[in-house]
């Protein structure tokens, strides 16, 4: 038990983010958030970052030391973004403390060159104050990761991570080229863990004192960030060595790209609240049979296990099929116009669907996926779930006083509906979204440092069509 | 779960300072209006109730031949009690209870307004399990009856149905996007199941404490693949006849199955609900099962036939009533369905049979790629993460009559506490085929 859900800061954090979501949004899909190749110019160096029990802890971790980067250490690292093909140069300058020793970096599932620097065990490494450059040639598009190749067991821990993103040659809505492979949104999330004792020992310099070997971990990370601080926006003033949040919000049906990368040491059974996922992709290569099959080996669950460095591509959807109630609460008989959505759809809610295709008692089934005639059942600008339409909300809920009630319900249960909030109530879910807690399934990595609630929690977001996602 | 709305602290502006008078005003009021308005309002805050609607559409969603059984009601109880670990150590928990006995899912059992009294401390190890037909809608009520022995909590509780495709908030059973039913009331949760599955179900709130403390249960949905006229010929020249039962629809028999079991992995740390009981801090970063379980149940508990009572009272209240024993005859397909549910560790599970076991399904879900290809398959040893779920088919075609086990291959979780030749374990018997 644990009386404070949220500081007062993180919440007065997260209710203006949510007004500049709302507010500050503009027509295009969100990118990934990271920096440009073909270089780069990485240093290693050190800063401190906030956990959501309140704590702050040593790191060394990469920081963007281009002309255009803020040369501030960030944890995990700069998301590298190239295209396929690239020649992609990382040039990594080492500015760590001297008791840290050399550092390096290494790109599983690339081929890599080097020049500079001074030999190490897994790869030419930077001494204290040096510099080395890799460089290798972005063959196959998908998630990939990076970290520190020198006496990693303490590096990778104290903060030396990144992802990588290839774009195929397809373009930048697709994560491999094959039309299975297209998002909509896409989010890179970084899951690691920690050890609070050897970031004490590193601030402390007491590097003899440090046993690798035994790593126990209490505190996880979605994007170096705890829940509830992964859901504040990007680069956050007040978190400026963490600037990466995971906070997905799509619209009904859109196709979102989680591109998941585990860098730590432990497995994860991260599992998704809302709809089943479908990987596509494991290790940076499409799930597929062969050449131009697709992604026909993908698989569906509720939950994937993290495996340590390994990455995945996970799509995930949302559209409130075979629900058995209408998430609109539309009244049956009525037809709604669209235009108070979007002036520019003609149209009723739902017209293209003929219920006397599907007329019940009759052995003609809904079609499924994959069918020609399973687009009709979706409404084609709003991807409502027609059969639904009009199908009254099943149950009585029980009156206020017999509720509790969380910051992110909205007083309804209707997606962009209107409700009453308890008094007090922090009011965090203004557009009325639905909120899908994605998270460790080992249900004590909830917590930050014995604190619940944080750790590797994260929610995604549903927003009724009308709000505008940047 | 205590929110900052709920701490009259919180709601005190530092900056107010007023007269004595006006202070004692200030504070006074709420009881005055309280009072107020427990003399004028009606008794509805007390809400006790179950929502059961009868199937009267005349359609037959389930396929099984009979329109009017679509619509199943079920009533579970959430609150506390006790569980007896393997090695006779009694460890309190949290979990559901069964009310399916009091009105109106049983007209000549007690009112409902009685459910909290009379199961108090009635929890079940684990909760009740439900099995669905795909295509039927079930309106679950979940009833808090509060916890008897921790009167200093006032935790609300949830039904989160593990991985049901397309969920909406309202019955996700999240606490920070729903609402959850605070002590002495119920809430009514409606799915519709679409698709079959091996599924579980748990309470969500504090999920790290109420999880390991015990609130979980089996959850299935048979497909609609059994209701199949006699003699429908499957692909592949398949001939389904009645009665055959199939994990999935696959279209082809390849699901089929004579026995099924569930094997829900879990374990307890008996620190933390040692901590629990006793009203001491809760150490969630040392929480480590030593008690591991199947259907909560070390070895060799599991192979127990009877139910097991829990020593509270006399004679105490079966609260573990899940066996996992497994008889089968030689040709036999048995289905394991099979999940983990500890906070804390990720099993891998196998058997000493000899044969592989076939993986069918993941997450509820048939394992088929998205165009149809086959994606099954065979392992020796199985591991699965906290909420992952598998159909497990073991073909005793190959195997001679014996006894085998079914054990986890992480071998430090073979004991019950410091017992050892425990934990997650069960017994296989194959008999002649007659």
Request: negative net charge; proline residues 8%.
């Amino acid at each position: 038990m644990r009386p404070h859900f949220f500081s007062r800061q993180t919440a007065l954090g997260i209710a203006l983010t949510a007004l500049l979501l709302v507010f500050g949004s503009s027509g295009a899909l969100a990118a990934v958030q990271g920096i440009e190749g073909p270089s780069f110019q990485l240093t290693a160096k050190t800063g401190s970052i906030s956990t959501s029990d309140g704590e702050s802890f040593l790191m060394w971790g990469y920081a963007d030391a281009s002309a255009s980067g803020n040369n501030t250490m960030q944890y995990p690292g700069p998301t590298l973004i190239v295209n396929q093909g690239d020649v992609v140069t990382v040039t990594l300058t080492n500015s760590l403390p001297a008791e840290a020793g050399n550092t390096s970096i290494v790109f599983p599932g690339q081929v890599v060159t080097t020049s500079g620097g001074v030999p190490g065990v897994l790869t030419q490494e930077a001494a204290t104050g040096g510099s080395v450059t890799y460089q290798f040639t972005a063959t196959h598009p998908g998630t990939f990761l990076y970290r520190s190749g020198s006496q990693p067991d303490l590096q990778v821990e104290m903060g030396l991570v990144g992802a990588i993103v290839v774009y195929p040659s397809m373009g930048r809505s697709y994560a491999y080229n094959h039309e299975d492979a297209r998002f909509d949104r896409e989010f890179v999330l970084v899951i690691t863990e920690m050890d609070p004792t050897i970031h004490r020992m590193v601030e402390y310099e007491e590097f003899n004192l440090i046993d690798t070997s035994a790593y126990y971990p209490t505190n996880w990370f979605a994007n170096g960030r705890n829940f509830p601080d992964n859901l504040s926006d990007d680069f956050v003033p007040w978190l400026p060595h963490q600037p990466y949040k995971f906070n997905p919000r799509l619209h009904p049906g859109e196709r979102v790209l989680v591109r998941s990368v585990s860098v730590g040491n432990q497995l994860h059974p991260f599992h998704y609240h809302g709809n089943d996922i479908e990987v596509i992709g494991e290790g940076g290569r499409l799930l597929s049979s062969g050449p131009g099959m697709g992604a026909d080996l993908a698989w569906q669950a509720a939950t994937r296990r993290t495996i340590p460095g390994q990455t995945a591509d996970v799509m995930w959807t949302w559209n409130a099929e075979q629900l058995g109630w209408d998430i609109y609460d539309h009244q049956p008989g009525v037809d709604y116009p669209r235009a108070e959505i979007d002036t520019t759809w003609t149209g009723n809610i739902c017209d293209n669907f003929d219920p006397l295709l599907y007329e019940p008692n009759t052995t003609t089934q809904l079609p499924a996926p994959g069918d020609p005639d399973y687009a009709d059942l979706f409404d084609p600008f709003t991807n409502e779930y027609c059969p639904d339409h009009g199908t009254l909300f099943p149950v009585i809920l029980p009156t206020r006083d017999s509720l509790s009630f969380g910051p992110y319900y909205a007083g309804t249960p209707f997606l962009g509906g209107e409700g009453e909030l308890a008094p007090g109530d922090p009011g965090l879910n203004a557009t009325a979204g639905y909120f899908y807690m994605w998270h460790s399934h080992t249900e004590k990595e909830l917590t930050s440092n014995d604190i619940w609630p944080g750790g590797l929690v994260t929610f995604a977001i549903v927003e009724h069509p009308a709000v505008p996602l940047p | 779960m205590q929110l900052d709305n709920c701490n009259p602290a919180a709601r005190r502006r530092p900056g107010q300072r007023k007269g004595n008078a006006m202070k004692a005003f200030r504070y006074y009021l709420p009881l005055i209006l309280a009072l107020f308005l427990l003399a004028v309002m009606p008794q509805t805050w007390a809400s006790i109730a179950v929502q059961c609607p009868e199937d009267t559409d005349g359609i037959d969603a389930d396929g099984d031949g009979d329109p009017a059984n679509d619509i199943v009601c079920r009533h579970i109880t959430g609150g506390d009690g006790f569980a007896t670990m393997a090695d006779g150590r009694r460890l309190y928990m949290f979990s559901f209870g069964d009310a399916d006995d009091h009105q109106p899912l049983d007209p000549a059992g007690p009112p409902v307004e009685e459910t909290p009294a009379n199961k108090a401390l009635e929890a079940e190890l684990p909760a009740p399990r439900i099995t669905l037909r795909e295509g039927q809608e079930l309106y679950l009520t979940m009833t808090n009856v509060s916890m008897v022995l921790r009167p200093d909590l006032f935790d609300p509780h949830s039904v989160h149905w593990h991985g049901f495709p397309n969920a909406a908030p309202i019955f996700d059973g999240l606490p920070e996007p729903s609402p959850t039913p605070n002590m002495m009331a119920s809430f009514t949760y409606y799915y519709k199941a679409a698709h079959p599955g091996t599924y579980f179900y748990h309470c969500h709130v504090e999920a790290a404490e109420h999880m390991q403390m015990g609130m979980i249960g089996n959850l299935w949905v048979t497909p609609k693949q059994n209701e199949l006229p006699d003699g429908t010929v499957l692909l592949g020249g398949f001939v389904h006849n009645a009665g055959n039962k199939y994990a999935y629809n696959d279209g082809d028999g390849s699901t089929f199955y004579d026995v099924e079991i569930p094997i829900q992995m879990t374990g307890m740390d008996s620190a933390f609900h040692d901590a629990s009981e006793f009203v001491t801090p809760l150490m969630f970063a040392e929480m480590h099962d030593n008690y591991t379980m199947i259907n909560g149940r070390g070895y060799p508990d599991t192979m127990d036939p009877n139910v097991i009572f829990n020593q509270d009272g006399t004679p105490g209240f079966g609260a573990q009533k899940t066996p996992t024993l497994i008889d089968l005859e030689q040709g036999q397909i048995l289905l394991m369905r099979v999940s983990n549910v500890s906070t804390t560790h990720i099993y891998s599970m196998a058997t000493t049979t000899g044969v592989p076991m076939k993986v069918v399904g993941r997450g509820a879900a048939l394992l088929r790629g998205p165009t149809g290809e086959d994606t099954s398959f065979e392992v020796n040893v199985l591991n699965v993460g906290g909420g992952q779920a598998f159909d497990v088919l073991l073909d005793t075609q190959d195997v001679p009559p014996g006894k085998y086990f079914l054990y986890t291959t992480t071998l430090q979780f073979l004991a019950n506490g410091d017992q050892e030749r425990g934990g997650i374990m069960t017994e296989i018997n194959v008999s002649a085929a007659p």
